[in-house]
Antibody
């Protein structure tokens, strides 16, 4: 059974840092690209970042580029999101999601984690 | 403001049909594949449709997807109370080099 479990959320002050983790199980993690997606309170889904299975292709949304860093450790079946220079507007539930599809233009997210809450407030 | 435009809400009585629209442009929907997700706050989003009109195993055929030019739509027939949720369209944007989602549509069963 495919499982994605996020962890690492919590309360941080503006300007602080936080590292989210996503533990994957039930599939060959190194074969799949992965994404991070978030949902701020009362808002819709917002895509944040993509990383290929071998980490050679990475994309970021403009809203987090230069502040967030996506990475993965295939030996540990884990995906990470290093979040720096946090702002109040980064307050959200953060989801990791597995990518399927034959190309970037055909990608979709077939499994999602339950999410971890990040709150940025002084 | 989302790159893809969805109506904030749609509603219908049990057993009826609703259609959720998703409008984009040639850089996203017009030249890439669309997927649809069902989301209940506090839970993991669920894939309903991929490749514009394909259903994953386990998704009933009450859910259907279509695409025409820069627009896509999700249809739900035989509406049930359990279908009350937020629905999102998503696709790749070739100019932004980013995944883009619609703003979400809340489906209400009257």
């Amino acid at each position: 059974e495919v499982q994605l479990v996020e962890s690492g959320g919590g309360l941080r002050q503006p300007g602080g840092s936080l590292r989210l983790s996503c533990a994957a199980s039930g599939f060959s993690f190194n074969v799949y690209s992965m994404n991070w997606v978030r949902q701020a309170p009362g808002k819709g889904l917002e895509w944040l970042s993509f990383i290929s299975g071998s980490s050679d292709t990475i994309y970021y949304a403009d809203s987090v580029r230069d502040r967030f860093v996506i990475s993965r450790d295939n030996d540990k079946n884990s995906l990470y999101l290093q979040m720096n220079s946090l702002r109040a507007e980064d307050t959200a539930v953060y989801y990791c999601a597995r990518v399927r599809g034959t190309s970037l233009s055909a990608q979709y997210f077939d499994y999602w984690g339950q999410g971890t809450l990040v709150t940025v407030s002084s | 403001q989302s790159v893809l435009t969805q109506p904030p809400s749609v509603s219908a009585a049990p057993g009826q049909k609703v259609t959720v629209s998703c409008s984009g442009s040639s850089s996203n929907i017009g030249n890439n594949y669309v997927s649809w997700y069902q989301h209940l706050p506090g839970t993991a989003p669920k894939l309903l449709i991929y490749d514009n009109n394909q259903r994953p195993s386990g998704i009933p055929d009450r859910f259907s997807g279509s695409k025409s030019g820069p627009s896509a739509s999700l249809g739900i027939t035989g509406l049930q109370t359990g279908d009350e949720a937020d629905y999102y369209c998503g696709t790749w944007d070739s100019i932004l080099s980013a995944v883009v989602f619609g703003g979400g549509t809340k489906v209400t069963v009257l």
